[in-house]
């Protein structure tokens, strides 16, 4: 169980977050959640994200409400000149600074790694890239479809048909995962040597690596041995099964599992069966099984399966839809969902992260209003009074008027 007691580990820590849309965000919001201090600098108009899904207040839909938990905004326009200077004097203030802008942009702008690292040698500065630096698609801009398409993802989805993508945004939270992870082995780095570094988290990169754990199969081997994939996920019979009433989850394992699974539905003979005796057996003879299992689990209803299956300590589950998870009894229970009172939205229901650590925050779990911390922020790095005054009549910055007050 995660420790709700203390600090958090990444109180005192200030990241400086110029990402905008999921993988960036996503990253930083973890960050927050233990305890960082982040500052989410935005340009005019604020971060697209902002303007996706249902909403009650403009500017503030669902996704960025999940994905900026615990952040503060910073408005700036970075293409004026006070945008470089503001730039300049948050990587002096940072711990870490992170940005998913093609190289060329960030450098265009002031906030390339070399310039970061110069005004804070301590700096943890993170790029999040759709492909990695040095190959022929270095500068091509990525998006999550790109990436599931280019990485193997969409041809292994759709392996028995047309090539599709995951109906999720999978690739920009794994990457953004594989940054949040990356950036904390850099901050212990920096802690032992006092040196900052700069890291590159690209996206084909990261999604590819994350498929072939499975999937790389004989090709793993120089020469290959076999075939590339992974036996399990490629037959068509391996789904959610049918079953009298419903459908359901199983997965069965071990060879123990396999035995009581046989000996349950009347079949003790292909326990001895060579075919099915040890995992890689199995593995080579996985199409039959599935169908097996297709065709057994058919014959009986959902709650007989789920007593018989349990007795043998088989893994099942239910088939949720979205809104059955915010029923679902286990998270009930465990407290996954927490209410939140938002100053603009009211009323939120926002999932916790379930690595928490150290004494809950009430407003970790609020998002900001665009702009909502500018003028504090832009204290703290130093500007002037006349400064802000100047940036604000130049509309190269921006301050939400509104001061919030948030319950947990």
């Not at 790389?216 to 009298?244: C, H, I, M």
């Not at 199409?287 to 014959?299: I, K, R």
């Amino acid at each position: 169980m995660s420790s709700r007691t203390g600090p958090r580990p990444l109180d005192g820590v200030r990241v400086v977050d110029l990402s905008t849309t999921f993988m960036g965000p996503y990253s930083t919001m973890l960050l927050a959640h233990w305890g960082a201090d982040v500052i989410k600098v935005e340009a005019p108009g604020g971060d697209v994200l902002r303007f996706i899904g249902d909403h009650r207040e403009s500017g503030m839909g669902p996704v960025f409400l999940n994905a900026n938990q615990g952040k503060r905004s910073l408005a700036v326009d970075l293409k004026s000149s006070h945008g470089r200077d503001v730039v300049t004097r948050l990587a002096r203030h940072a711990d870490v600074f992170v940005h998913n802008s093609r190289s060329a942009a960030a450098d265009r702008c002031g906030f390339g790694p070399r310039e970061v690292l110069e005004a804070n040698p301590r700096v943890v500065y993170c790029a999040f890239r759709g492909f990695g630096s040095g190959g022929p698609y270095e500068h091509r801009p990525a998006y999550d479809d790109v990436i599931q398409a280019a990485s193997g993802f969409a041809a292994v989805q759709g392996l028995h048909g047309d090539p599709e993508y995951i109906r999720s945004a999978i690739a920009d939270k794994t990457v953004g995962v594989m940054g949040a992870a990356a950036i904390l082995a850099a901050l212990h780095g920096r802690d032992a040597t006092g040196v900052g570094t700069a890291l590159e988290i690209p996206m084909f990169e990261t999604l590819t690596s994350f498929l072939l754990l499975e999937q790389q199969g004989g090709w793993a081997f120089d020469p290959p041995v076999g075939n590339p994939g992974y036996a399990r996920t490629e037959s068509p019979y391996r789904r959610p099964f049918k079953t009298l009433d419903g459908s359901m989850a199983v997965m069965i394992y071990t060879d123990a599992q396999w035995r009581k699974f046989f000996v349950a539905i009347g079949k003790p003979e292909l326990a001895d069966d060579p075919r099915f005796r040890t995992i890689r057996e199995r593995t080579i003879n996985t199409a039959f099984l599935y169908q097996l299992l297709d065709e057994e689990m058919a014959g009986r209803t959902t709650a007989a399966w789920e007593e018989l299956l349990g007795e043998a300590d088989i893994a099942t589950g239910p088939v949720n839809t979205v809104t059955d998870l915010f029923e679902d009894p286990h998270l009930a229970a465990t407290g996954f969902f927490r209410s939140i009172d938002h100053p603009t939205e009211g009323p939120l229901r926002l999932p916790r992260q379930p690595a928490e650590m150290g004494a809950p925050d009430p407003r970790s779990g609020i998002a900001p209003l665009y702009g909502e911390h500018t003028v504090a922020v832009l204290r703290e790095i130093g500007v002037s009074e006349d400064g802000i005054a100047e940036m604000l009549d130049a509309r190269s910055t921006h301050q939400t008027g509104m001061v919030r007050e948030a319950t947990p």
